[in-house]
């Protein structure tokens, strides 16, 4: 759980850093509202502070869903502990695979086409602040009891 919990906390925040700074432009605000707007639709947009914050929760909980996941998949496959920052990379598709082809066609969210442009920057985002932080953390925590 512990693991789980620091991996969300580092993934989460990393994540949110980048979105708010290189896709929201540092508008932090409408960044969460967007979120939001996948379980309230186009009303995140003119909500408050409350529409913020109900998008951090919800961009916490996906963190903390992608990293409980990651950690059983670690678990499961051998291959995860040798090449973890590699397996961290591929993961990192793979949350971008699973949001834009399964999560986000079913909520409010208003989808822009996917560009060759937007999928590499929105891909490279996911490697670096979530699948490989992800698989580090991981990594840390079940190479250290391991050892012990």
């Known amino acids: 759980m512990k693991s789980i919990l620091l991996a969300t906390l580092i993934a989460g925040t990393l994540d949110a850093v980048a979105a708010v ?13 967007f979120i939001a ?10 909500g408050g502070s409350e529409m913020v914050w109900a998008g951090v929760g ?8 992608f990293s409980g996941f990651y950690i059983l998949l670690y678990q499961s496959f051998p291959v995860l502990r040798r090449l973890h920052l590699a397996g961290g990379a591929l993961y990192g598709v793979f949350v971008w695979l ?38 580090y953390i991981t990594h840390l925590f079940f190479s250290t009891e391991e050892n012990e």
Request: proline share 6%; with cysteine; glycine share 8%.
């Open 21 to 33: 700074a290189i896709l929201g432009k540092f508008n932090y605000i409408r960044v969460f509202q």
């Open 98 to 135: 699973i949001m834009n082809l399964l999560l986000l066609p079913r909520t409010h969210v208003a989808q822009a086409p996917v560009t060759a442009k937007s999928a590499f920057l929105n891909i490279g985002i996911l490697i670096l602040m979530i699948g490989v932080p992800i698989a």
């Open 37 to 46: 707007s996948g379980a309230f639709g186009p009303a995140a947009f003119t």
């Open 58 to 65: 919800f961009h916490y909980f996906i963190t903390a869903c």
